[in-house]
């Protein structure tokens, strides 16, 4: 049965982190707060609309501190100097640059680009979605650098990687760091159960994109964590049982031009839940 939300935002005991402006602005409610064995990060996808320089304001304030970018905030073209200026500020920031989500890789150009500026950038991860033709490439790559490859389904409509059955029946064979990426909101609207589908692949579960949605299918909407239909706390338990090592990547994308406050209080419901497994 789905979980009162409530109760975990009052476990949590940061209640100001919940308010549209305190998430922006007090950096002090979230410098101390432990997500007790599960590393919650940023997909920064959430913040599109936002610069870089205001991406790394809020990941900060809001205790983001694994951060994974999506080529808004350092594209894909980007030259290894301007790459390393990038890392610079991330860095500088405390910050920790982990990866990259999500890559399309429709060619061979495309992979090798991929990998070269995951490699400059010093990132672990690449969150991305290669053509099955790409693969033998994608595990060669993989092989050289060490950096994993999580691969990313999308659900409805998504005819290369629906659902994570979809991903590991395509790499099931291949190198273990290539692994997936769960979004937890895709797998869901199709009518599967994310927590189910962590613990059936715990051995290649090298990401995760956290979020919730109101509704099944194609039409199904994402919003705040904790509004919508999903059992958040059902998850997170499993990530826990299973010992899940990775980044939990808080993927939000309702609000693009105006992200901070769902976001903030996106982030206060999952560490209230974490914290309510400890």
Do not use: W
């Not at 890559?103 to 992979?111: L, N």
């Not at 419901?269 to 497994?277: E, L």
Request: with cysteine; net charge positive; hydrophobic share 40%.
């Amino acid at each position: 049965m789905k979980q009162n939300r409530k109760q975990f935002i009052k476990t949590l005991g940061v209640g100001a982190l919940l308010s549209p402006m305190a998430g922006i602005a007090t950096a002090s409610n979230t410098e101390n707060i432990v997500e007790e064995g599960l590393n919650l990060g940023l997909a920064s996808y959430s913040l599109r609309e936002l610069s870089l320089d205001e991406t790394i304001v809020v990941s900060k304030r809001l205790g983001l501190k694994s951060v994974a970018f999506k080529s808004m905030h350092l594209p894909l073209d980007s030259s290894k100097a301007k790459i390393e200026e990038v890392v610079k500020k991330v860095k500088s920031a405390g910050l920790d640059l982990y990866g990259a989500s999500v890559v399309y890789m429709k060619s061979e150009d495309q992979v090798n680009n991929a990998f070269t500026y995951a490699k400059h950038a010093g990132m672990r991860v690449i969150v991305g979605v290669p053509n099955y033709e790409l693969l033998p490439l994608v595990e060669k790559k993989v092989k050289e650098t060490n950096i994993k490859l999580a691969i990313h389904n999308h659900g409805p409509g998504d005819d290369v990687y629906p659902s994570p059955d979809s991903v590991y029946e395509k790499i099931k064979d291949l190198d273990q760091r290539i692994g997936m990426c769960i979004d937890i909101g895709h797998t869901y609207r199709i009518g599967q159960d994310p927590a189910a589908k962590a613990k059936k692949y715990a051995d290649r579960l090298h990401d995760v994109h956290l979020k919730d949605v109101d509704g099944l299918g194609a039409e199904g909407k994402t919003l705040e964590l904790g509004r919508g239909i999903m059992d958040i706390p059902a998850f997170i338990k499993t990530l826990k049982k299973i010992k899940y090592q990775g980044v939990v990547a808080l993927e939000y994308e309702k609000d693009g031009k105006d992200p901070v406050p769902g976001l903030a209080e996106s982030v206060g419901y999952a560490r209230g839940v974490m914290a309510a497994y400890s």
